[in-house]
Antibody, heavy 121, light 107 residues
Framework: QVQLQESGPGLVKPSETLSLTCSVSDDSISSFYWSWIRQPAGKGLAWIGR???????NYNPSLESRVTMSADTSKNQISLKLTSLTDADTAVYYC???????????????WGQGTVVTVSS | DIQMTQSPSSLSASVGDRVTITCRASQAIRNHLAWFQQKPGKAPKSLIY???SLQSGVPSNFSGSGSGTDFTLTISSLQPEDFATYYC?????????FGGGTKVEIK
């Protein structure tokens, strides 16, 4: 069964750049699509963007100007960079694996345990 | 963006009860709808995709139905481990969007 493990700095200052990594075990990242999702404390889930190692990325337009997703196939890792941080970016950040349903559309089937990010000076 | 509206936002139920949660999309999404369960301090767990297909390992007391704009998650007999918050999510078009959640509490 695939294991996803997010990691990151925990605390980041306003205006700085957040860098997170999702390490994937028991599956090649090249075989699937991958998304980042975040959840502010006590609130709902918000999709950040999607990546495939052999295709183009798709980002939420609300974050597109600040987001970059990339992959390191040699380490089997997915990465997220989010620039110009504000308090509103404080959240738990999850990576998730996606696979195709019978009609070929992508859905989330496995999630990491999440990593807490706090934006504060 | 497609807005996903869940109702109710919370409910109280007893072990053994039948529970139904509704999710409505602001525009038609065919059957491109998933449901997730989330317990406090934990990551979401995928329950259902394609509106009615159970993820591997999910108990059969969970079921989903619907197509177009109206969807339902049903727990046929609520178990102690089912008390959690449930989210729907559309994957028909970008950006992918989630409902606001339904918290299922112990009566």
């Amino acid at each position: 069964q695939v294991q996803l493990q997010e990691s990151g700095p925990g605390l980041v200052k306003p205006s700085e750049t957040l860098s997170l990594t999702c390490s994937v075990s028991d599956d090649s990242i090249s075989s699937f699509y991958w998304s980042w999702i975040r959840q502010p404390a006590g609130k709902g889930l918000a999709w950040i963007g999607r990546l495939h190692t052999r295709g183009s990325n798709n980002y939420n337009p609300s974050l597109e100007s600040r987001v970059t997703m990339s992959a390191d196939t040699s380490k089997n890792q997915i990465s997220l960079k989010l620039t110009s941080l504000t308090d509103a970016d404080t959240a738990v950040y999850y990576c998730a694996r996606e696979r195709r349903d019978a009609s070929g559309w992508l859905y989330f089937d496995s999630w990491g345990q999440g990593t807490v990010v706090t934006v504060s000076s | 963006d497609i807005q996903m509206t869940q109702s109710p936002s919370s409910l109280s139920a007893s072990v053994g009860d039948r529970v139904t949660i509704t999710c409505r999309a602001s525009q038609a999404i065919r059957n491109h709808l998933a449901w997730f369960q989330q317990k406090p301090g934990k990551a979401p767990k995928s329950l259902i995709y394609a509106a009615s297909s159970l993820q591997s390992g999910v108990p059969s007391n969970f079921s989903g139905s619907g197509s177009g704009t109206d969807f339902t998650l049903t727990i046929s007999s609520l178990q102690p481990e089912d008390f959690a918050t449930y989210y729907c999510q559309q994957y028909n078009s970008y950006p992918l969007t989630f409902g606001g959640g339904t918290k299922v509490e112990i009566k």
